[in-house]
């Protein structure tokens, strides 16, 4: 295991539910990410967190609403959401050396 | 921004071949490159990954080769087994100079199947 997790891992939700996503490392790093992967598709990066603030946001629709409550604690808040967002959602995290990423399982989101 | 393409999408190789992955960057600036495997209902594991002050690196089975140049990059595995069989990512960064966050530019994914 990497020190990353993602709870849940499976998730089937409607488009007019809200639900949300958490994500813990235990790695006692600085920087967490969240990235949506899609079939067919590169990882694609949504949000960047650094010491608990948030400096990248890479043109997500405001239906996706992050949270970093600390420095080991990420949150994808999802309300509204449409089919086409249904992917894995994988959260990352790297510490002080900026260099390499370690994620965590995924959670697989289906939008219905 | 950069942009990376990754060849082939799909491989398939015998037990104990070798097999090798390709990357190409458009950044001339990106100076990070590391590989990540990622097998079925896990997220992407880091394998090697290489800086650009270095041409190629190896951990056992594995290597990563860098041409800044030509500015590609590839991964070698040599005596596959049934256990690599995997999708494997390449990705590309320039690394910032103080603070912890940087941008992983990925390539499509290689689905290696090796068969026994």
């Known amino acids: 295991e990497t020190g990353v997790t993602q709870t849940p891992r499976h998730l089937v939700m409607g488009m007019t539910n809200k639900k949300s996503l958490k994500c813990e490392q235990h790695?006692?790093?600085?920087?967490m990410y969240w990235y949506k992967q899609s079939a067919k598709k590169p990882l694609e990066l949504m949000f960047v967190?650094?010491?608990?603030?948030?400096?990248e946001n890479n043109s997500v629709p405001s239906r996706f609403s992050p949270e970093c409550p600390n420095s080991s604690h990420l949150f994808l808040h999802l309300h509204t959401l449409q089919p086409e967002d249904s992917a894995l959602y994988l959260c990352?995290?790297?510490?002080?050396?900026?260099?390499?990423?370690?994620f965590g399982p995924g959670t697989r989101l289906t939008v219905l | 921004g950069e942009n990376v393409e990754q060849h082939p999408s799909t491989l398939s190789v015998q037990e104990g071949d070798s097999a090798v992955i390709k990357c190409t960057y458009s950044?001339?600036?990106?100076?990070?490159f590391p590989w990540y495997k990622q097998e079925l209902g896990k997220g992407p594991q880091l394998i090697i990954d290489i800086r650009s002050n270095v041409g190629e690196k190896k951990d056992q089975r594995i290597a990563v080769t860098l041409n800044k140049t030509a500015k590609h990059f590839s991964l070698h595995i040599t005596e596959t087994q049934p256990e690599d069989s995997a999708v494997y990512f390449c990705?590309?960064?320039?690394?910032?100079?103080?603070?912890?966050?940087?941008?992983?530019?990925f390539g499509k994914g290689t689905l290696l199947t090796v068969n026994p």
């Open positions: 950044d001339s600036a990106s100076n990070y």
């Open positions: 990352a995290s790297s510490q002080d050396s900026p260099d390499t990423q370690y």
């Open positions: 990705a590309a960064s320039k690394l910032y100079s103080g603070g912890s966050n940087y941008k992983l530019t």
């Open positions: 967190y650094n010491f608990k603030e948030q400096t």
């Open positions: 790695l006692g790093h600085n920087a």
